[in-house]
């Protein structure tokens, strides 16, 4: 079957315009996750959704960021007034989220470069 | 803070030979998982290990979870080139959301 995907997969953008980074995850999952890898580093986490729940936020570094996932599907990620230190590859993962099953399927990225 | 940390940064070793990348966490958690990372795009799941399990195998990957000194280790066998990657562990913390939380991650070089 189909993975995540996500568009697009490169962004180059000026300093201080918006951008929306798309994913579709997994059809049938119910939990999305949103994370941010800046080059050479681990994976920053970011926003996360779980079926009808409110979403857990506590990961956005600023309120210029923000998240929204449509029916329990799509999301967009939202970025605005964008920043050079914004640059990175944003990721984009789902899981069945299901109890004891933790297993992320991960999306081939969007990478993001502020100019 | 970082709740996983992997050890070695990076690792470079013959084609054939075994790899062996380590990953220490601080807080109790419900399982480890290990991802890898081609290219620095999207991350693929390898396995998971519970915090119940001591140890598991898949193919050529061997686990091994110490809860006790809050680390694992993952063992590659028989390295081949197409290993070439990052690996990263990640945790979840006990009686929280399905959040993981990545180490900083190893880069493997397999030397044909």
């Known amino acids: 079957g189909a993975g995540v995907s996500q568009s697009p997969s490169n962004k180059v953008t000026e300093k201080g315009k918006d951008v929306e980074l798309r994913c579709d995850p997994i059809?049938?999952?119910?939990?999305l996750y949103w994370y941010r890898q800046s080059l050479g580093q681990g994976l920053e986490f970011l926003i996360y959704?779980?079926?009808?729940?409110?979403?857990?936020k506590s990961g956005l570094p600023s309120d210029r960021f923000s998240a929204e996932r449509t029916g329990g599907s799509v999301s967009t990620l939202t970025i605005q007034r964008t920043q050079q230190e914004d640059s990175a590859v944003y990721l984009c993962?789902?899981?069945?989220?299901?109890?004891?099953?933790?297993?992320?399927?991960f999306g081939p990225g969007t990478r993001l470069t502020v100019t | 803070s970082q709740q996983g940390e992997e050890d070695p940064q990076a690792l470079s070793i013959q084609e054939g030979e075994n790899a062996t990348m380590n990953c220490s966490y601080k807080?109790?958690?419900?399982?480890l998982q290990w991802y890898r990372q081609n290219s620095g795009r999207g991350l693929v799941h390898l396995i998971l290990?519970?915090?119940?399990?001591r140890e598991k195998h898949s193919g050529r990957l061997r686990v091994t979870l110490d809860t006790s000194k809050k680390s694992s280790s993952l063992l590659i066998t028989a390295s081949r080139a197409a290993d070439t990657a990052s690996y990263f562990c990640?945790?979840?913390?006990?009686?929280?959301?399905?959040?993981?939380?990545f180490g900083q991650g190893t880069r493997l070089t397999i030397n044909p």
């Open positions: 990640a945790t979840d913390k006990f009686q929280g959301a399905q959040k993981l939380v």
């Open positions: 807080t109790s958690i419900n399982n």
């Open positions: 959704f779980q079926g009808n729940s409110a979403p857990d």
């Open positions: 290990i519970r915090s119940n399990e």
């Open positions: 059809s049938g999952h119910t939990a």
């Open positions: 993962a789902s899981s069945s989220g299901t109890e004891f099953t933790y297993e992320q399927y």
